[in-house]
């Protein structure tokens, strides 16, 4: 049982550092997309 535990740890910490290394070089283009929100002037004191 303590060989099984000790193998699912080393798994676990694996699995933690690679996704961390995936995140990591992963390059996430940046949105293209034009947001434009009309504000209404109620919002803003006066």
């Not at 798994?11 to 995140?23: M, P, R, S, Y």
């Amino acid at each position: 049982m303590k060989n099984f535990s000790t193998l699912v740890f080393v798994a676990v910490i694996a699995a933690i550092v690679g996704g961390a290394v995936f995140l990591d070089s992963w390059d996430i283009p940046a949105p293209v997309a034009d947001v434009e929100k009309v504000i209404p002037d109620e919002r803003f004191p006066r």
